[in-house]
Structure formats: C-alpha cells, structure tokens
C-alpha cells in the first residue's frame, strides 16, 4: 500500500519532467500500453480468463474517462502546473466522490460532510490563488492548469460512480486490466495524429526511466499492491493513506523538480486533508459495504 500511494504521488513529479511537455500523448499511450501488458500478464499468471464480449462495452466507457480522458487531462493540466499544487488538489477526489455517491448511490450527506466538502473547496482555493483573488489569476497559465487538475479530480469521481457496478461484477483485476487497455485504444489515434513515435527517440535515460516508472509501478504494480492490500486490510485502514499521496507528491517535486513549496500552498493542502478527513468521518446511511465494495476504484493518477 505504501508502494501504490508513493508511485501514484511521484508519479505526477515525472509526469512534469521537461521531457513530455511537447506530446502528453506519447507518454499517456505508453504508461496505458505497459500498465495493460502486466495486468493481462498477471491475469494469465492467475489463471484468469479475459473480461467476457459482453462487459466490453461497459468497459470501453470506464477506459475513455478514467484512462484516456483522465490521463490526458492530468498530462496537459502539468505542463501548466506545479506537481506541488497538482498533488494537493488531487486530495478532492473523496470529496467529489462523496457528492456523486449522495446524488447516484443514495449515500446521506449531512451537516458534517457540508461543512468538511466547504473546508475542503476553501484549502482548494487557497492552493489555486495563493490567496490573491482578484480576477488577473484567473488569467495566469498556472490557473488554467489548476482548474484542468480539477476538472480531472471530478472525472475521476465520475470514472468511480460508472466503474462501480462493472467492478462487483468483473472483480478488480479483469476489470481494471480491460478498461486500461480500452482507454489505451483510445489514446491510440491522438499518438498517431501527434507523430508520438517520434518522441521516444528524443528521450533522455531519465525520460526512459520515468516512463517505465509510470507505466510499469504507478499503472502497472500500482494497481496489484491496491487490490492485494485490500484483500488483506479494512478499507477503513486502506482510507488512511489517502493522506500519503499529497505529502509523497510534494517530497518527489522538491527532491526531484526542485519546486518550491509556498506557505499559502501548505495552508490550502492542509484545509483541503481536514475537509477530506471531516467527510470520511461522517456518517453515512447506506449498509456497511465490504472492503472491495467501498474502495474498487483504485489509483487516481
């Protein structure tokens, strides 16, 4: 578990790397190509069969939100960016997931999880703004990145609420290895129109080791320790180290980008874990789900 949240945090600082900032579509078609090589390779090493023709369909949406659109939106919003600010809001994901799951899975939301969703938006704003509000940020190209990062924080949620019956019924496995290599088909006419063969050959050994890092531990193993680990763990203790991924975001964008860290960002990414940890803690009105049941989405970058 301490493997999947420290490659889903750093694996946002390689995606910043200078290297893919010409054509995200390269490096999204390669991270999706390898993360389904060794899914499908771990299936057959388990003895698994392939999703049945039937699930392709529900698949193929699952693949275009959560691994086409969503990796290409998280690459773009980085050439933007800082990995700093990105790896703070990364943290609205539960909080978007919680107001899907009040609209489409009936889930109560209370005062409590208002007041958490509203400490959260305001750590959001403060990481975006730097506390300047007045309307020339909203020009600037940093907060255009921010506002993609966002966009993509509620594509995921969305990814979430649409994956979750597929899921139950596929297992995590058989169904996150199709949907990563339908979304790899999708990615597969943007790599073309972008010529994104061409980029491999531009590519530094640094730029040839974060891409096997993304492809292979963040879309790849990533996804094995998060399943493996729920089938060990409570969900609930699975839940805590959603607090590690900011923080690992942040140590890989200083150590490794030599990004400065802001007291305004620390304050905002701060305000933004309280509110996340204000609505898990919230009641909630529906039946106790198991462990698969309440965390079958997997990583988010």
């Known amino acids: 578990m301490c493997w999947w949240r420290s490659s889903s945090g750093a694996s946002r600082s390689s995606r ?8 995200p579509a390269a490096l999204i078609f390669a991270r999706a190509g390898l993360g389904s090589l060794l899914l499908f390779g771990f299936l ?6 392939p999703p049945p023709r039937d ?3 529900a698949l193929a949406l699952m693949g275009f939100v959560g691994v086409a659109l969503h990796g290409m939106l998280q690459a773009y919003a980085l050439t933007l960016t800082s990995a700093v600010k990105s790896g703070w809001l990364i943290g609205l994901i539960p909080l978007w997931s919680a107001v899907l799951a009040a609209v489409f899975l009936g889930e109560r939301f209370g005062r409590r999880k208002a007041a958490g969703l509203a400490l959260g938006f305001l750590g959001a704003v403060l990481v975006v703004t ?3 509000l007045g309307s020339d940020v909203l020009r600037l190209p940093s907060t255009r990145g921010d506002l993609l990062f966002i966009v993509s924080t509620v594509n995921w949620a969305v990814y979430s609420v649409l994956g979750h019956r597929t899921l139950r ?3 995590p496995f058989r169904a996150t290895a199709g949907a990563m290599a339908a979304g790899w088909l999708f990615l597969l006419p943007l790599f073309l129109a972008a010529r994104g063969w061409s980029d491999y050959g531009r590519l530094s050994a ?4 974060a891409l096997l890092f993304l492809g292979i531990g963040a879309s790849g ?7 493996g680990a729920l089938e060990r763990i409570e969900a609930s203790r699975v839940a805590a180290f959603l607090y590690l991924e900011p923080l690992v975001t942040l140590a890989a964008a200083v150590v490794l980008l030599g990004e400065a860290v802001t007291l305004e960002a620390l304050a905002g990414g701060l305000l933004l874990l309280a509110g996340v940890a204000v609505v898990q803690r919230a009641p909630s009105a529906r039946r106790r789900e198991s462990p698969k049941e309440k ?7």
């Open 16 to 23: 910043r790397r200078r290297s893919w900032r010409r054509s």
């Open 44 to 49: 057959t090493l388990r003895r698994e069969a």
């Open 55 to 57: 699930a392709w369909g």
């Open 130 to 132: 730097g506390g300047r």
């Open 169 to 171: 019924r596929l297992g």
């Open 206 to 209: 640094t730029g040839w080791a």
């Open 221 to 227: 193993l990533g996804y094995l320790f998060w399943y």
């Open 295 to 301: 965390s079958l989405t997997g990583p988010s970058g």
